[in-house]
C-alpha cells in the first residue's frame, strides 16, 4: 500500500489545512500485487493463506490474515499472525 500527500491542495491554503491533512489530503493507493493477496487470503483457508504469507512476508499481509482470522475466530492462526508480528500483548489478549 502507497499512502500519499496532495502537497498541491495543502499549499493553497496551509494554515487551515494543517489541522486536516489526515481527513482529506492522505491518499492510498493499493498495488496491485497487495490486491491479488489481499484477494487470495480471503478466497482460502486461513492455515493456506498463512503459508503463502511466510513465503511472501510482507507486514500489511499478516495484518490482512490477522483481521480475517479474528472476524472467523480461528485463533489458532491469530496466535501464529501475532507471534509472527511480534506482537505479544495480542497473544495475551487470544489467550
Given at each position: 500500500?502507497?499512502?500519499?500527500?496532495?502537497i498541491?491542495?495543502?499549499?493553497?491554503?496551509?494554515?487551515?489545512?494543517?489541522?486536516?491533512?489526515?481527513?482529506?489530503?492522505?491518499?492510498?493507493?493499493?498495488?496491485?500485487?497487495?490486491?491479488?493477496?489481499?484477494?487470495?487470503?480471503?478466497?482460502?483457508?486461513?492455515?493456506?493463506?498463512?503459508?503463502?504469507?511466510?513465503?511472501?512476508?510482507?507486514?500489511?499481509?499478516?495484518?490482512?490474515?490477522?483481521?480475517?482470522?479474528?472476524l472467523?475466530?480461528?485463533?489458532?492462526?491469530?496466535?501464529?499472525?501475532?507471534?509472527?508480528?511480534?506482537?505479544?500483548?495480542?497473544?495475551?489478549?487470544?489467550?
Amino acid at each position: 500500500m502507497v499512502i500519499s500527500i496532495d502537497i498541491d491542495e495543502i499549499s493553497k491554503d496551509p494554515i487551515n489545512n494543517i489541522n486536516d491533512i489526515n481527513k482529506r489530503f492522505l491518499l492510498k493507493y493499493e498495488s496491485e500485487l497487495y490486491k491479488k493477496s489481499k484477494d487470495m487470503i480471503y478466497s482460502v483457508s486461513n492455515l493456506d493463506a498463512f503459508n503463502y504469507i511466510n513465503s511472501n512476508p510482507f507486514k500489511c499481509l499478516y495484518k490482512v490474515l490477522l483481521e480475517k482470522s479474528l472476524l472467523e475466530q480461528d485463533y489458532d492462526v491469530c496466535n501464529k499472525v501475532f507471534y509472527k508480528l511480534q506482537n505479544f500483548r495480542g497473544i495475551k489478549f487470544i489467550k
